[in-house]
């Protein structure tokens, strides 16, 4: 890897690795990393270009990071973990899953998306307006290409195909906010295209895990104990 990614560890156990969403850290988890680090080895990661972490001087790409991932897991010897991913980091486990199933134990998709029309039109259209936008402006101002590379991953990022998700037979947890940016019926295309999958509707907008901790820890515990 051409660059180390910042982590934090806590707890002993079975890994449970962290992935968090688009422009923000592995802080988003505050409220998970405590709960789960008491049975099981908690790892929280920055992806490239968030956080702590560096940009480094590659692709900046959803399948990018799920290779930064593989890479992660090799340097630590993780030979097998839980992945729970939350948004573009549920489309990050996605794409990491296909590609390394082997190494996936356990998968929770918390908002995820297949492609870019899985989220709601009036959430979209002004990323989408931003993208472009920021693009034009991305070769003077390194402000405006760093804003339009973390758009391009919502407007160019995961394209992934439903038919693809049947490869993924290791049980998965989808779980969406009752007002989740990501349309209900695109949650239920992911849970139904995986073969041996839960769908789990929590009340709450997109970021249930920080805005209703309580219900979310419960029902990812439930599911990880099964």
């Known amino acids: 890897m051409d660059i180390k990614l910042n982590y934090i560890e806590k707890g002993e156990g079975e890994p449970l690795i962290f992935l968090h969403g688009n422009g923000e850290s592995l802080e988003y988890f505050s409220n998970q990393i405590d709960y789960f680090s008491e049975k099981y080895r908690v790892i929280a990661i920055d992806t490239r270009g968030h956080g702590k972490s560096p940009r480094g001087n590659t692709s900046f790409t959803i399948r990018r990071f799920s290779q930064d991932l593989l890479e992660f897991m090799d340097e630590k010897g993780i030979e097998k973990a839980h992945i ?28 995820a998306n297949l492609f870019p029309e899985g989220v709601k039109k009036s959430v979209q259209l002004p ?80 970021f249930i895990a920080r805005n209703n901790p309580e219900a979310f820890n419960r029902r990812v515990e439930s599911f990880l104990e099964e």
């Open 127 to 206: 990323i989408t307006v931003g993208y472009r936008i920021s693009s034009l402006f991305a070769r003077k101002s390194q402000k405006a290409q760093q804003k339009a590379e973390l758009l391009g991953l919502m407007v160019n990022d995961p394209n992934i195909s439903a038919s693809e998700l049947c490869a993924i037979d290791v049980p998965v947890l989808v779980i969406v906010g009752t007002n989740d940016m990501i349309k209900h019926e695109h949650s239920r295309l992911i849970y139904e295209s995986l073969p041996n999958s839960e769908l789990a509707v929590i009340a709450g907008d997109h």
């Open 84 to 111: 729970l991913g939350f948004s573009d980091g549920g489309n990050i486990a996605l794409c990491f899953a296909l590609k390394n199933l082997c190494r996936v134990d356990k998968l929770i998709l918390n908002g």
